[in-house]
């Protein structure tokens, strides 16, 4: 079983930058494929990026690819998104979870909100 905890959102303007960290307990989070997923506000929850779990492989959704990138310490349980130039259509609560996500693993996101 593996709990996550999501940090490091806020509110930024158009253009700024945020660092998320997804905080993992459990022995094996070093071995899990992870992703970040995010959902706007009367939206579906969607793919943003994943990777492997030894983190030498990375993809990207169209949407943020060449803006965002996501690493991971696995000797810290953490996997991080590094995000910038954003913009208002980046505004939702994003979540980290193994990837494929498991249903039981969702957290509680952090909310990410990019003013024009």
């Known amino acids: 079983q593996v709990q996550l905890v999501e940090s490091g959102g806020g509110l930024v303007q158009v253009g700024g930058s945020l660092r998320l960290s997804c905080a993992a307990s459990?022995?094996?989070?070093?071995?899990?494929?992870m992703g970040w997923f995010r959902q706007a506000p009367g939206k579906e929850r969607e793919f943003v990026a994943t990777i492997s779990w030894g983190g030498g492989r990375t993809s990207y959704a169209d949407s943020v690819k060449g803006r965002f990138t996501m690493s991971r310490d696995n000797a810290k349980n953490t996997v991080y998104l590094q995000m910038n130039s954003l913009k208002p259509e980046d505004t939702a609560v994003y979540y980290c979870n193994t990837n494929p996500p498991l249903d039981n693993y969702w957290g509680q996101g952090t909310q990410v909100t990019v003013s024009s």
């Open positions: 459990g022995r094996t989070f070093s071995t899990y494929t």
